[in-house]
Nanobody
Framework: QVQLAESGGGLVQAGGSLRLSCAAS????????MGWYRQAPGKQRELVAS???????NYADSVKGRFTISRDNAKNTVYLQMNRLKPEDTAVYYC??????????????WGQGTQVTVSS
């Protein structure tokens, strides 16, 4: 079974920084596109950023210029560096990954989420 485990959330003041990590573990052949999503109370889950296995990235307009997604393919790990955080960035952050297992087709897996709270 494949698991994705996030870490790095917490409480930070506006203008501060946090770095989230998400590691995929299990019997994995490859981890293709990985992404970070977030869900604030009363709102739908939304894409924050994604990155392909080749390193191509995509960002939500609200985080462009402040957040940076990266990955370490050898460790099956994706990172989200969040700078100049704003109170509206407060949410539970989830990572996901399109994982090809051994044996098996590609499937989408989700982490359990990590809370990010930005105080004003």
């Amino acid at each position: 079974q494949v698991q994705l485990a996030e870490s790095g959330g917490g409480l930070v003041q506006a203008g501060g920084s946090l770095r989230l990590s998400c590691a995929a573990s299990g019997i994995i052949f490859s981890v293709n596109t990985m992404g970070w999503y977030r869900q604030a109370p009363g709102k739908q889950r939304e894409l924050v950023a994604s990155i392909t296995i080749g390193g191509s990235t995509n960002y939500a307009d609200s985080v462009k210029g402040r957040f940076t997604i990266s990955r370490d393919n050898a460790k099956n790990t994706v990172y989200l560096q969040m700078n100049r955080l704003k109170p509206e960035d407060t949410a539970v952050y989830y990572c996901n990954g399109r994982v090809t297992t051994i044996p098996g087709p590609e499937r989408l897996f989700w982490g359990q989420g990590t809370q990010v709270t930005v105080s004003s």
